[in-house]
Each structure stands twice: as structure tokens, then as C-alpha cells.
T-cell receptor
């Protein structure tokens, strides 16, 4: 089955700097890769996603890149703000299969 | 985005009692619902997947007689933790996806504390 790894497990950046979180997956058939943000005690919220037929997607300060050959995808947050502090989960999915989540990255944006 | 409502948000119960958690999709038909368990500072662990009108599919290691899942309609799934014990204390989160099945929308989660 699918296995998703995520690095780093914790990340601290200064406000205004960029943050990058990387995930790798094992199943080459996976074709959908969402990223979720979970603030303490709250539900995971979808922040951006990418499908396998696209190499990059951007939404304001957030971008995701996908390298299908290497089977990894990354979340990029630019101009970080304190409200970006949260746990971020990547996931991988093959159509008709369940989502497999990475272990999460705790991002702290220091003022 | 779609709204998934989960109740209760927090429940405290005595050991040996059963607790029911509801997950409702408010503005779309949830053909598939997922139940996750999340330990502090850890990722989402899928417990089971349920499709409307059929039996839930449990992940390996999850006791189906302990965690009863019912998905009787396209807008409601329930998780019942039977004879709860302190080790069942955790954060339980449901999610739902529609016919496209591409996106999961999460409920707010239920914090279960078993005394």
C-alpha cells in the first residue's frame, strides 16, 4: 500500500521568511496530493492540492510542486506570518483508494 | 467549501459506558465517510471507511466490535465507542467526501475522555 513520509517534523522560521515542507510517497499510481493545515484543537483544513497531471500550483503565498518521477511533492509558504503557525499534513491518494496522510510538520513562525 | 458537522465536540464518560459520535454533511451528499483517530502531536490514523448503506471497512488493528460505525444515510455517519476504557481516550475526527471523492472535508473532531 501507499506510504507517505514527511520532513521536517518541526520547522521554525522567522516571520517573513519562507517555509518548505517535503513529502515523499511510494505508490506511483497515486494521483492526488492535498495539503491540510490543522491549528491546535481544530479540524484539518484543505489549503491547497495538486493532481498528477500538474507540476506546480500556486495560491497567493502558498504553492505546491510535484515531481512524479521522484515521487515527492512540496509545500512552499512565502512571507510567513504568525497565523501560519500550525501542523501541516500532506496526503496522497489514488482514485478510489483512501487518503494516506504524512506524519505532519509543526510549523512555528517566530515574530 | 462543504460543511461537515461533528457532535459532540467533547465528551467525558465513565469507564464501561458507550459513547456515540455523529458526523453530518450539511450541504452535500457524503457517499463516503472516514473516521480517524488522532493522538496528541501525531498524524491522522484512519480507523475505518464507510459507504452509505453498506458495512464499514476497518483498517487492520481496529476492533470493529469496539468501534461500531453506521452510515445509514448520505448525510449521517455515527461512530459508537462501546464499553469505553481510558485507553480509548483520544481525538476522533470524521471526514466526508462526495461522489467525486477527490476532496475530504473534516469535522471539527470529538475529544473523548474516559475516566
Amino acid at each position: 500500500g501507499e506510504n507517505v513520509e514527511q520532513h521536517p517534523s518541526t520547522l521554525s522560521v522567522q516571520e517573513g521568511d519562507s517555509a518548505v515542507i517535503k513529502c515523499t510517497y511510494s505508490d506511483s499510481a497515486s494521483n492526488y496530493f492535498p495539503w491540510y493545515k490543522q491549528e491546535l484543537g481544530k479540524r484539518p483544513q484543505l489549503i491547497i492540492d495538486i493532481r498528477s497531471n500538474v507540476g506546480e500550483k500556486k495560491d497567493q503565498r502558498i504553492a505546491v510542486t510535484l515531481n512524479k518521477t521522484a515521487k515527492h511533492f512540496s509545500l512552499h509558504i512565502t512571507e510567513t506570518q504568525p497565523e501560519d503557525s500550525a501542523v501541516y499534513f500532506c496526503a496522497a491518494r489514488n482514485y478510489g483508494q483512501n487518503f494516506v496522510f504524512g506524519p505532519g510538520t509543526r510549523l512555528s513562525v517566530l515574530p | 467549501g462543504a460543511v461537515v458537522s461533528q457532535h459532540p465536540s467533547w465528551v467525558i464518560c465513565k469507564s464501561g459506558t458507550s459513547v456515540k459520535i455523529e458526523c453530518r454533511s450539511l450541504d452535500f451528499q457524503a457517499t463516503t465517510m472516514f473516521w480517524y483517530r488522532q493522538f496528541p502531536k501525531q498524524s491522522l490514523m484512519l480507523m475505518a471507511t464507510s459507504n452509505e448503506g453498506s458495512k464499514a471497512t476497518y483498517e487492520q488493528g481496529v476492533e470493529k466490535d469496539k468501534f461500531l460505525i453506521n452510515h445509514a444515510s448520505l448525510t449521517l455517519s455515527t461512530l459508537t465507542v462501546t464499553s469505553a476504557h481510558p485507553e480509548d481516550s483520544s481525538f476522533y475526527i470524521c471526514s466526508a467526501s462526495g461522489r467525486a471523492k477527490n476532496i475530504q472535508y473534516f469535522g471539527a473532531g470529538t475529544r473523548l475522555s474516559v475516566l
